[in-house]
């Protein structure tokens, strides 16, 4: 059997090219990285008037940006319960709610960039591993329209069929919320529309350092150069490096592996996912899966 490694959502895109030439001396703000959370900070900040130098070690999108599985899922890695007991309710409906509203963000910012990446309003269905994962389905749908005022359906295994083409699951719950979209084409269009309004993109250009300026700001070295910026957005997440030690001990890189299948034959891909869901199960280090929108 032969097997392709390579990232399949890049195939489906051409990146846009860099800013070409030396690194400014100044800047307002510099971000470090050029992911979804980069290059959606540099948009916004150069629509704003701020001069804007994105500083990406790789190429545009070459990290987890475009290493993902496409799902723009509602809520957060804790459970709901989890989150009201360390954070206290108050703040846990914060956080639930700016989950709902970031994908209305995603969805505004692809109509008004008119990105084509395949966004898709298709809901996701976790599935129970155990009966005890299943049984706790009810209570955090209870919690969730009570706190949260947000909707989550309950499939019984009976009903599973209707959402996915296997019997090993004790039973799901449904998002309708959620959505799915093409990474790679989202980071592309991202980086698209922020040199759209001026922001620049400076590709290897790898942060070595960063120091506070003796007349105020930030010093950065790169290896494309230094620059002078009044303010840092440190954007790199799961590639935190010692160039800033705060925020690497608050982060922990986790790897995930996908494999693609060859095409299905339609009749199959119904059977395996009749609606398109966004699908993971409910283990601690879970499976995802989904169709691909070709």
Same mark, same amino acid.
């Given at each position: 059997?032969?097997?392709?490694?390579?990232?399949?959502?890049?195939?489906?895109?051409?990146?846009?090219?860099?800013?070409?030439?030396? *690194?400014?001396?100044? !800047?307002?703000?510099?971000?470090?990285?050029?992911?979804?959370?980069?290059?959606?900070?540099?948009?916004?900040?150069?629509?704003? @008037?701020?001069?804007?130098?994105?500083?990406?070690?790789?190429?545009?999108?070459?990290?987890?940006?475009?290493?993902?599985? @496409?799902?723009?899922?509602?809520?957060?890695?804790?459970?709901?319960?989890?989150?009201?007991?360390?954070?206290?309710?108050?703040?846990?409906?914060?956080?639930?709610?700016?989950?709902?509203?970031?994908?209305?963000?995603?969805?505004?910012?692809?109509?008004?960039?008119?990105?084509?990446?395949?966004?898709?309003?298709?809901?996701? *269905?976790?599935?129970?591993?155990?009966?005890?994962?299943?049984?706790?389905?009810?209570?955090?749908?209870?919690?969730?329209?009570?706190?949260?005022?947000?909707?989550?359906?309950?499939?019984?295994?009976?009903?599973?069929?209707?959402?996915? @083409?296997?019997?090993?699951?004790?039973?799901?719950?449904?998002?309708?919320?959620?959505?799915? *979209?093409?990474?790679?084409?989202?980071?592309?269009?991202?980086?698209? !529309?922020?040199?759209?309004?001026?922001?620049?993109?400076?590709?290897?250009?790898?942060?070595?350092?960063?120091?506070?300026?003796?007349?105020? @700001?930030?010093?950065?070295?790169?290896?494309?150069?230094?620059?002078?910026?009044?303010?840092?957005?440190?954007?790199?997440?799961?590639?935190?490096?010692?160039?800033?030690?705060?925020?690497?001990?608050?982060?922990?890189?986790?790897?995930?592996?996908?494999?693609?299948?060859?095409?299905?034959?339609?009749?199959?891909?119904?059977?395996?996912?009749?609606?398109?869901?966004?699908?993971?199960?409910?283990?601690?280090?879970?499976?995802?899966?989904?169709?691909?929108?070709?």
């Amino acid at each position: 059997m032969n097997f392709n490694q390579s990232n399949y959502w890049l195939t489906t895109v051409s990146m846009p090219a860099g800013t070409p030439g030396d *690194l400014p001396t100044r !800047a307002d703000v510099a971000i470090v990285g050029a992911g979804f959370t980069a290059l959606s900070a540099a948009r916004t900040l150069a629509k704003r @008037g701020a001069s804007v130098a994105v500083l990406e070690a790789n190429t545009i999108g070459w990290g987890a940006s475009s290493r993902n599985g @496409g799902m723009v899922l509602t809520g957060m890695k804790l459970d709901v319960g989890t989150l009201a007991r360390r954070y206290g309710m108050e703040t846990a409906r914060r956080m639930y709610s700016a989950s709902l509203t970031s994908i209305d963000l995603v969805e505004q910012i692809i109509r008004e960039e008119n990105i084509d990446c395949d966004f898709s309003r298709c809901g996701h *269905l976790e599935v129970a591993c155990k009966q005890s994962h299943f049984d706790s389905y009810a209570r955090t749908g209870e919690v969730i329209a009570k706190e949260f005022n947000h909707q989550l359906r309950i499939v019984p295994r009976k009903d599973l069929p209707a959402e996915i @083409g296997s019997a090993i699951y004790f039973g799901g719950m449904v998002d309708e919320a959620s959505a799915g *979209l093409n990474p790679a084409r989202y980071v592309a269009g991202l980086a698209q !529309a922020a040199l759209r309004v001026g922001a620049n993109i400076y590709e290897s250009a790898r942060t070595l350092k960063i120091n506070r300026g003796p007349g105020g @700001g930030f010093q950065i070295e790169t290896t494309r150069g230094n620059i002078l910026a009044r303010d840092v957005f440190i954007a790199t997440s799961g590639y935190t490096s010692g160039t800033t030690p705060a925020l690497q001990k608050k982060v922990i890189p986790i790897g995930s592996f996908i494999i693609t299948t060859e095409r299905l034959p339609d009749s199959l891909a119904r059977e395996l996912s009749p609606r398109k869901r966004m699908i993971y199960d409910s283990k601690h280090y879970l499976h995802y899966y989904r169709l691909t929108p070709d």
